[in-house]
């Protein structure tokens, strides 16, 4: 083999050396996988060929680049892999193998805003296999995370939640210290939870304990409404929820909540033929998410629980089923603090507040305050003087709000508290 000057060719060696140092300089300050040069193949390259030797070089990478074929088998996968680098793989390892180059090429064009051609992506693949898994499950991670409408909760949401409200303490110690405690978990054979069902009344702040908890652990919140599933139709709902179910188990200290639990985890026994398919497909899917490695915390939350399948509550799908209900006084003293010091106030007598909103749940007093409000603007907008909110304020517009919580109510989720509680 005759060596011949490098003159011929630097297009090509300025080609590849500019998209491996321009990937690393480009992906430097995210810790790419693309950081190696690989200069004995840039050398070998520049140094033993001519200017023919090198027309059919880049010839033969267009050929074999249009060669290959979009469902390849596993033996083409192998062929492949070798005829890029000379590395051989087992078929049935180098099918994987094959799609994670792909995937790998696809991020290296994405980011160098160019297409990286096959042999390239595929050497650089496995130059530094495991960063680059690991650059491109972050890369696709953040898509997901802005497709699913994720948010960050600040960590004052948790202070919101009075420490004498029951689930506050339970959550704290059963949820929140394994699950940011990992090491020591670990250490004494504790299994963080995944997967929470929060039932309660109507209105008693299930979300917003969701929302604190997201918040507690600085983690991303992502909330799915049974709404969002059907929006291509009730027969497509099984087949949105298996999509979101993947796409959850690929994210990273996050927080799922599904709101309105009861309408796809419904009880199959009266059920349509639709209804059940959505809850079998449910029931596959908690499994699978229980199962991945990653930190997913998935929560539901429900009003009936009762109208849950009886699959979804016994042991080994959910593993806590707690308990939200109504508001001891410093719970209401709690949430009545944080929204008077919203308003305009004058002399509040927060104690008598509080006696007189028993059996308000949080969203009662949210729309309490929210008249309060309207009412103080009104005041001022009528008489153009500053209007501040009082304990006259609020008996005159108390008598006008019915609090949620009934003597029934009350006592059929005490019932259920029994029936279904397991933490």
């Known amino acids: ?45 520049l140094c033993c060929f001519d200017d023919s030797a090198e027309a059919k070089y ?27 680098s000379g590395t051989k793989f087992e078929p049935e390892i180098a099918a994987e193998v094959w799609q994670q180059i792909l995937q790998h090429k696809w991020l290296m064009s994405e980011k160098l805003g160019r297409d990286i051609g096959l042999r390239i992506s595929c050497i650089d693949f496995l130059e530094n296999m495991d960063q680059a898994l690991k650059e491109y499950i972050d890369y696709k991670r953040k ?8 948010q960050r909760i600040g960590r004052e949401k948790w202070d919101t939640i009075s420490d004498s409200q029951p689930p506050k303490q339970l959550v704290q110690r059963r949820i929140i210290l394994p699950l940011a405690e990992a090491a020591l978990s670990k250490k004494h054979g504790v299994t963080p939870p995944k997967t929470i069902i929060f039932f309660g ?40 929820l298996h999509s979101v179910m993947e796409k959850a188990r690929n994210l990273e200290e996050a927080v799922v909540f599904i ?7 419904a009880s199959r026994d009266a059920a349509t033929r639709i209804d059940k398919s959505i809850t079998n497909e449910f029931l596959k899917q908690v499994p699978l998410l229980k199962n991945q490695g990653n930190k997913v915390l998935f929560v539901c939350a429900t009003n009936y629980i009762r109208e849950l399948d009886a699959a979804l509550l016994r042991p080994g799908r959910f593993d806590c089923i707690i308990p939200v209900g109504g508001l001891d006084e410093d719970g209401r003293r709690t949430i009545l603090e944080q929204f008077l010091s919203k308003l305009n106030t004058g002399n509040v007598d927060i104690s008598l507040i509080v ?69």
């Open 1 to 45: 083999m005759k060596v011949v000057s490098p003159r011929p060719f630097l297009n090509y060696f300025q080609f590849l050396l500019h998209v491996r140092l321009g990937a690393a300089f480009t992906f430097a300050s995210q810790k790419p996988a693309i950081v190696k040069i690989n200069y004995v193949f840039c050398l070998v390259d």
């Open 58 to 84: 880049l010839n033969q990478e267009e050929i074999m680049n249009s060669a290959v074929i979009e469902n390849p088998s596993p033996e083409d996968c192998a062929n492949n892999i070798f005829e890029f």
């Open 143 to 150: 898509d997901i995370l802005a497709e699913m409408g994720a």
């Open 201 to 240: 009344p109507p209105g008693t702040g299930k979300t917003h304990f969701v929302k604190a908890i997201a918040g507690a652990l600085s983690w991303w919140y992502i909330e799915i409404l049974p709404s969002m599933l059907m929006v291509d139709g009730i027969e497509r709902l099984g087949a949105n």
């Open 259 to 265: 709101d309105e639990f009861e309408e796809i985890g």
């Open 355 to 423: 006696k007189m909103t028993s059996r308000f749940t949080p969203a009662d007093i949210e729309y309490l305050f929210r008249q309060a409000a309207h009412f103080a603007f009104e005041q001022e907008h009528a008489s153009k003087q500053d209007y501040r909110v009082t304990t006259d304020t609020f008996l005159e517009i108390l008598p006008n709000i019915r609090p949620s919580l009934t003597e029934e109510i009350i006592e059929e989720f005490q019932k259920d508290s029994i029936t279904y509680s397991r933490t």
